[in-house]
């Protein structure tokens, strides 16, 4: 049992590229959430979505864009890197009821040179 | 809006007790939680509290007073593993929608033998 996966783990992008950050879950949960992470911050929330098809913004959407066309996948999009979109990206699952708490992925390192 | 305080950062010696405090003011509010995150790492669940009271798991107790937007996880014969970031989320709508949770900078706590 996986719980949730992310990929890559590191990976250093030039100003204006684009890249897809990947997180699957295997637990069969609805919901769904990106995180942001700066140095020494707490975690902020850039999108999150509660079952395929159905997604919505968090506190931090601006650069960001989200897709779920299954239950399993839930990858984010950055458009046009800018050197502020360099952070450590969390993924997380949950089921509906929040008594059980977030299942977060190992993250991925993002810099933008 | 919402807005999570609590400190920055505390020390303790190990096998003493700490607490950390956390104060919140929410739109929403379905629930507190505790994580905790070592350096380079994932949160990790610790704690939920939705009623008021103490909730006891182990060393680690985390208590809620709804009334007075008041949280605080008490950890007991620390150990120099506990050395790390613990943060407080706070469960709730902002501005409708669904509920998500809405993270505190977080505490990062340093135990010395």
């Known amino acids: 049992n996986a719980g949730v996966t992310q990929t890559p783990k590191f990976r250093i992008l030039k100003i204006g590229q684009s890249m897809t950050l990947q997180c699957a879950q295997d637990?069969?949960?609805?919901?769904m959430y990106w995180y942001r992470q700066d140095p020494g911050m707490g975690l902020k929330l850039i999108y999150y979505s509660v079952g395929a098809g159905i997604t919505d913004k968090g506190e931090v959407p601006n650069g960001y864009n989200v897709s779920r066309s299954t239950t399993e996948d839930f990858p984010l999009r950055l458009e046009l890197a800018a050197p502020s979109q360099t952070s450590v990206y969390f993924c997380?699952?949950?089921?509906?009821?929040?008594?059980?708490?977030?299942?977060f992925g190992s993250g991925t390192r993002l810099t933008v040179v | 809006g919402q807005n999570i305080d609590q400190p920055t950062e505390m020390t303790a010696t190990e096998g003493a007790i700490v607490q950390i405090n956390c104060t919140y003011q929410t739109s929403g509010f379905n629930g507190l939680f505790w994580y905790q995150q070592h350096a380079g790492e994932a949160p990790t669940f610790l704690s939920y509290?939705?009623?008021?009271g103490l909730e006891e798991k182990g060393r680690f107790s985390s208590f809620l007073s709804r009334s007075k937007g008041y949280s605080y996880l008490l950890l007991k014969e620390l150990q120099m593993k506990d050395s790390a970031s613990y943060l407080c989320a706070v469960y709730g709508s902002v501005s409708g929608g669904y509920n998500k949770l809405i993270f505190g900078a977080g505490t990062r706590l340093a135990v010395h033998p």
């Open positions: 997380a699952s949950s089921y509906s009821r929040q008594t059980y708490g977030y299942t």
């Open positions: 637990m069969n949960h609805n919901y």
């Open positions: 509290n939705v009623l008021d």
